[in-house]
């Protein structure tokens, strides 16, 4: 039948072929993976269907109902961890009064929009004349691209509304 080089051969053959296959599980979970399943109650949905009588909220309603309002956030901002979070928008603003890939950001709160002399805006950003008052920045910071559409920001956004008024805060500083 077989001799035992043939047969460790094969065994090896199989062995070499599921140790691959799991390696590349691994790297595709360490890749893509999910990590724990998330519970219930932390679970986003794609959309939600409303139900006469149903009672419960969609989860859109639920995370504008908890979602604290400038005012409420602003009592406790602190500007120096707004300066570390600003961390995150110097690779494209600047607060020295340099534009860079986009305008600068000293003295932006209390500013007029589109107003930095020499920078190029969009057209959804050019469009809107609201001054940037605390409110404004906190609500476009959540999401700039769904608060102005067209608008050539490409940062996602700062979910931590904390976060959001921190960063106000700090910007208020800068003149």
Known sequence: MFDTMTMTKIVGGVCGTLLFFLFGAWA???IYGLGEEPKAEDRTFAYSIAVEGGGEQSAEAT???AEPT????????????????FGKCKSCHSIEG??????HMNGVVGRARAS?????YSAGMASVQAPWTGEELYAFLKAPK???????MGFAGL?????????????????
Not at 159 to 175: F, G, H, S
Request: aromatic content about 8%; hydrophobic content about 35%; charged content about 25%.
């Open 63 to 65: 995370e504008a109902a």
């Open 159 to 175: 979910a931590d509304p904390q976060d959001r008024a921190n960063l106000i805060a700090y910007l208020a500083t800068t003149k």
């Open 70 to 85: 400038y005012t409420e956030v602003a009592a406790t901002s602190d500007a120096a961890a707004g300066e570390k979070t």
């Open 28 to 30: 595709a979970d360490a």
């Open 98 to 103: 340099k534009d860079m890939t986009g305008p």
């Open 146 to 152: 769904q608060y102005v559409p067209g608008t050539k």
């Open 116 to 120: 930095v002399a020499g920078y190029t």
